[in-house]
């Protein structure tokens, strides 16, 4: 009897160090997206070099996007396997169909 408490209580610690990460990690990436955001509006308001921003905004746009699907739609959870591969492969299906109507827009 003291054997299943003494596992029930183990299994209770680690869920809470469990969650205690995952609550960690999801506040360090919203203060790196609240980063990223405001050296985004610093550069604009700095009136840099578009040649510069532009690129420079576009990485940090996709890296919050990242963030956001990884850390905030819980994709690195176990379970969530098809529906992150249901989710990468629409996203290569739109660069494709992006990178298609470039070309044949330059072409």
């Not at 596992?7 to 680690?14: K, L």
């Not at 700095?46 to 819980?74: C, N, R, S, T």
């Not at 492969?89 to 298609?100: E, K, M, Q, R, S």
Request: charged share 15%.
């Amino acid at each position: 009897m003291a054997d299943k408490v003494s596992g029930a209580t183990d299994q209770f610690d680690f869920e809470k160090q469990k969650r205690k990460d995952e609550m960690k990690q999801q506040v360090i990436t919203f203060a790196l997206m609240i980063i990223f955001t405001i050296v985004a509006f610093a550069m604009v308001e700095a009136e840099l070099d578009k040649l510069f921003v532009i690129p420079v905004l576009l990485v940090l746009a996709a890296i919050q996007v990242g963030f956001q699907i990884y850390y905030f739609m819980h994709m690195s959870h176990k379970g969530h396997e098809l529906p992150s591969l249901m989710f990468y492969g629409g996203v290569f299906a739109a660069f494709l169909t992006i990178l298609a109507l470039v070309v044949l827009v330059w072409w």
